[in-house]
T-cell receptor, first 112, second 109 residues
Framework: SAVISQKPSRDICQRGTSLTIQCQVD?????MFWYRQQPGQSLTLIAT?????????ESGFVIDKFPISRPNLTFSTLTVSNMSPEDSSIYLC?????????FGQGTRLTVV | GQNIDQPTEMTATEGAIVQINCTYQ??????LFWYQQHAGEAPTFLSY????GLEEKGRFSSFLSRSKGYSYLLLKELQMKDSASYLC??????????FGTGTQLKVEL
């Protein structure tokens, strides 16, 4: 199994500012995934973080808004930039290990 | 494109059996995940089906038919703690997951 430590667990931020979310995994993994879960909705994949190369973004998500770092095989960050109230959501990182998928505890972001 | 459909909500009685269906249309299909998510918590992995057939894991079983684009999650001997949202997710190349909207299950006495 994999244990994922994600922080912060929650934050309240002013619009126009940026927040960086960190994810630490206790195993080395090639890919880490970042998801968003808006209130009452399911998870939407934002991007795939690859070690040693740029992240791959899904349709509707861009690097300028959600820059991602992946400095090694156990760590990744997602930044939510120039925030607006529409960015209020839960952000989760995830890895797949031996056909099982594991999630961090999520970061509950509220933009005011 | 990808499309995942599952019922929005279901209600069942404690001790009973409930089946949550999921249909999918996705290119490059690799397998089907089921997750449980309690309110305010991260999803918890339940099962992963790659081949057709039934996978049993305690009170939970999951079935997949690749030819029909269909899966179900079967929960037996329901307990109150099983009240949660159940998400199916189709995996494609690179282990990217596309999630359904989730089925909110309510277990009643």
């Amino acid at each position: 199994s994999a244990v994922i430590s994600q922080k912060p667990s929650r934050d309240i931020c002013q619009r126009g500012t940026s927040l960086t979310i960190q994810c630490q995994v206790d195993s080395q993994v090639t890919m880490m995934f970042w998801y968003r879960q808006q209130p009452g909705q399911s998870l939407t994949l934002i991007a795939t973080a690859n070690q040693g190369s740029e992240a791959t973004y899904e349709s509707g998500f861009v690097i300028d808004k959600f820059p991602i770092s992946r400095p090694n095989l156990t760590f990744s960050t997602l930044t939510v930039s120039n925030m607006s109230p529409e960015d209020s959501s839960i952000y989760l990182c995830s890895v797949i290990l031996n056909t099982e998928a594991f999630f961090g505890q999520g970061t509950r972001l509220t933009v005011v | 494109g990808q499309n995942i459909d599952q019922p929005t909500e279901m209600t069942a009685t404690e001790g009973a059996i409930v089946q949550i269906n999921c249909t999918y249309q996705t290119s490059g299909f690799n397998g089907l995940f089921w997750y449980q998510q309690h309110a305010g918590e991260a999803p918890t992995f339940l099962s992963y089906n790659v081949l057709d057939g039934l996978e049993e894991k305690g009170r939970f079983s999951s079935f997949l038919s690749r030819s029909k684009g269909y899966s179900y999650l079967l929960l037996k001997e329901l307990q109150m703690k099983d009240s949660a949202s159940y998400l199916c997710a189709a995996a494609k190349g690179g282990n990217k997951l596309t999630f359904g909207t989730g089925t909110q299950l309510k277990v009643e006495l």
